[in-house]
């Protein structure tokens, strides 16, 4: 079983920053791609930024700029750091994983249980 468990959302004035972090555990051979998504109410969940084991990312046009992913391999976690952070960007932040449960083993799918980010204008 693979668990993903997201901290680092909160309240935050327009302008200001946050960091999310997102942790695997459980038991799989490797993460082959870590990202962020997120939902605000009664829109549909999109992508804000991937990042794959080798480190390249991917990032939506409307973070670009703003917005950095990163991994640590050896801890299994992936961080999204917010600067900038606008009232568009107050959503619920989702963490996905894309696990390898074993050598030849098809990739597996998993989601975090979401954190809260809510900015204020």
């Known amino acids: 079983q693979v668990q993903l468990v997201e901290s680092g959302g909160g309240l935050v004035q327009a302008g200001g920053s946050l960091r999310l972090s997102c942790a695997a555990s459980?038991?799989?051979?490797?993460?082959?791609?870590l990202g962020w998504y997120r939902q605000a109410p009664g829109k549909e969940r999109e992508l804000v930024a991937d990042?794959?084991?080798?480190?390249?990312?991917n990032y939506a046009d409307s973070v670009k700029g703003r917005f950095t992913i990163s991994r640590d391999n050896a801890k299994n976690t992936v961080y999204l750091q917010m600067n900038g952070l606008k009232p568009e960007d107050t959503a619920v932040y989702y963490c996905?994983?894309?696990?390898?449960?074993?050598?030849?083993?098809?990739?597996?799918?998993?989601w975090g249980q979401g954190t809260q980010v809510t900015v204020s204008s």
């Open positions: 990042i794959t084991r080798g480190g390249s990312t």
């Open positions: 459980g038991s799989f051979f490797s993460i082959a791609v």
């Open positions: 996905n994983a894309a696990i390898v449960p074993g050598i030849g083993f098809t990739i597996r799918y998993y």
